[in-house]
């Protein structure tokens, strides 16, 4: 992932010429790529930069509305909002990036397989594939999770499993439109194995599209995490987590402190938005033709 | 006709493999997972004893292939298992409490159909106006809301701000009785009762989790009339029909719209996947007794038998709606024959 403020040093060459063009005629694009790195640095130094212990407890400054010293308030047993809403940003992101990155590579590997030889092996992953989308995905992830047991570790497991239909439909549609196309005969010809083909010079050409896809995808993963740990599954309290934050604070919104839940719920929802505006600014940059 | 009949049959046909594949998962997801299903179906609280006659009970001693026989032999006969919590068998549990979460999930597709299918004509018809960038705002920031946060939202602001909502509990004010059960929705059943005003308790109990659910489903149901009531518009048959002189409306909605709604009806498959995973936060924000809530409750109690029958039956509610769609979409264009898929 390229840094924002990076961009204007390169030498503007041919890819770097349009994305520094996107980027300039985009301000969106740019924000979202800001708002990014906003959470990356959350994510590597939030737990230095916070001002309170995320789980230190304070009875005595219990369910205080935010003010100079608690910015965005303090919860039921005292603890300082902000510190972990701040602090839970790395959790979050990791199950995300973990989720994605086992969908992104079991569903390239699938994918490209399929793609590249068909037959029965094609067939029989388009049927698993339909059997995993017949289910309401959240649902399966919920089954998957009981299942497997109650743990951080299941939550990832089962946020990838739901995504690898996407990945390995899109490697899939994008392996075999070029299985026989003049470069990848080409590549054959002059010697190199099917493997080697398909691995260097076929599956390459379906990175593009699959960039937007993980960018897409990453929001929905935050997304499905921080539901799977608001009806108390994977996540444990007293961890740092936003939708557990936000379950915690649910109890209080209804005598009216809302500050608990608001803010993890922000966070939570700049975080899925940061992403969603950084796939279609991604797909502006990937496929020019295709400007929303 | 026949064709018609022969097409609508091959699609149910090709509904089969699929409701096996679905309980083959299940099976797989309870059974033969790792770790001893019968402790996760004795409950937290089984001695030894018990666990072993949970395992005898269901079979588990016996080789895999006659486990899965066995299971889905129990489906057959409705036999989800008993769940821990309750007492009652899951089938019944599921039965009573799914009128509910339908209540629910339909009355938010009917409002956010209502809304966001204008707003995608709009859209299309009066392109980069303000209607267009409304469009385009809600779109991206309706994917990026997560339900749950909505909803709480919500009811900071409709309950304690304002005090136009009732309290976020359950499906009726406590000062109401229920109204006598016919269809399992109150909203009907009050109406059949002639009983308007558990009629409006109803409404208002009903007004912010339906409201929520809408927000969440708008913004790929507006996307996609927006899209496709573009495509329709751009069309030659559209240059034809305003050649022939037929007035806007009736090329707007007779032709331009009514082929743009096929592929929004597609796209209500998908957004039913998202409707009934995003219903179980909503159900668990606004206390609602749906199969929601009941799957929640059932997996903070490790009860197992209950959590598995949800899933399973979410997934053939699932499969059931895209058999609907198809179908209808088979019977609203005549141009579909199933079998060039």
């Known amino acids: 992932m390229t840094d924002a403020t990076d961009i204007p040093d390169r030498k503007p060459d041919g890819a770097g010429a349009h994305l520094l063009h996107v980027l300039r005629e985009n301000p969106v694009t740019l924000l979202s790529f800001s708002m990014f790195a906003f959470f990356l640095v959350q994510a590597f130094f939030g737990a230095m930069l916070v001002p309170h212990d995320p789980l230190a407890t304070n009875s005595a400054n219990a369910l205080q509305p935010p003010d100079w010293t608690h910015w965005f308030g303090t919860d039921n047993l005292g603890r300082d909002v902000f510190s972990r809403v701040v602090v839970a940003t790395r959790l979050d992101l990791t199950i995300s990036v973990l989720a994605v990155a086992i ?10 397989v399929a793609g590249y030889w068909g037959g029965w092996i094609d067939a029989v992953l388009n049927r698993i594939l339909d059997t995993i989308m017949a289910f309401p995905l959240f649902v399966l992830a919920m089954g998957i999770v009981a299942a497997l047991g109650n743990t951080i570790e299941n939550i990832i497991y089962a946020t990838a499993l739901i995504n690898i239909p996407f990945y390995a439909r899109l490697v899939r549609a994008e392996v075999n439109i070029r299985r026989e196309a003049g470069f990848a005969l080409a590549a054959r010809l002059s010697g190199n194995s099917h493997l080697r083909t398909l691995a ?4 390459p050409n379906a990175l593009p599209p699959m960039m937007v896809q993980v960018s897409l995808n990453m929001g929905w993963a935050i997304l499905n995490a921080a539901g799977l740990s608001f009806i108390g599954l994977g996540v444990r309290p007293p961890t740092p987590e936003w939708g557990i934050l936000v379950a915690e604070g649910a109890n209080y919104i209804i005598s009216g402190h809302w500050w608990v839940a608001l803010f993890p719920g922000l966070w939570l929802m700049l975080a899925v938005f940061t992403f969603n505006l950084m796939g279609d600014g991604l797909r502006d940059i990937v496929d020019p033709r295709r400007r929303t | 006709m026949a064709g018609r009949a022969r097409a609508i049959g091959i699609r149910l046909a090709q509904t089969v493999p699929v409701i096996l594949g679905v309980v083959v998962i299940s099976f797989i997801l309870t059974r033969a997972l790792p770790g001893d299903p019968a402790v996760y179906f004795a409950g937290a609280m089984a001695d030894e004893q018990s666990i072993q006659q949970v395992r ?4 588990l001693d016996q080789p895999l292939v006659t486990q899965f026989f066995l299971y889905f032999a129990d489906l057959v006969r409705g036999d989800l298992g008993r769940s821990i919590s309750t007492g009652q068998p899951v089938l019944t549990d599921l039965a009573m409490r799914l009128p509910a979460s339908l209540e629910l999930t339909l009355s938010a597709l009917i409002v956010s159909c209502a809304i966001a299918i204008p707003l995608g004509v709009l859209a299309a018809v009066r392109q980069g106006s303000w209607v267009d960038h409304l469009c385009r705002v809600l779109v991206t920031a309706g994917v990026s809301l997560p339900t749950f946060f909505t ?13 136009w909502a009732p309290s976020p509990l359950g499906r009726l004010d406590f000062i109401y009785l229920e109204p006598p059960r016919v269809t399992g929705f109150y909203l009907v059943d009050s109406l059949l009762a002639r009983d308007l005003e558990t009629f409006g308790a109803t409404v208002r109990q009903l007004a912010l989790p339906t409201i929520t659910l809408a927000l969440f489903t708008l913004a790929p149901i507006a996307r996609m009339t927006r899209a496709a009531m573009l495509q329709a518009l751009s069309s030659d048959y559209i240059r034809t029909a305003r050649a ?6 009736k090329v707007l909605f007779g032709y ?12 209500l498959g998908m957004v039913f996947s998202f409707v009934l995973g995003a219903n179980v936060l909503v159900e668990k924000v606004f206390a609602w007794p749906g199969i929601g809530s009941y799957a929640v409750e059932a997996l903070v109690a490790s009860d197992y038998a209950a959590v598995q029958g949800f899933v399973l039956a979410m997934a053939l509610l699932f499969v059931t709606l895209n058999l609907i769609i198809d179908l209808s979409y088979a019977l609203i264009d005549p141009r579909i024959g199933f079998d060039t898929k």
């Open chain 2, 151 to 163: 909803g709480i939202l919500l009811v900071y602001v409709f309950y304690y701000l304002l005090g």
């Open chain 2, 56 to 59: 005898e009970a269901l079979g």
């Open chain 2, 244 to 249: 022939a002189g037929l007035s806007r409306g």
């Open chain 1, 103 to 112: 969908s992104f590579v079991i569903g390239s590997l699938l994918g490209a």
């Open chain 1, 200 to 203: 260097f010079h076929i599956f």
């Open chain 2, 256 to 267: 331009g719209l009514r082929n743009a709604l096929l592929p929004v009806v597609t796209t």
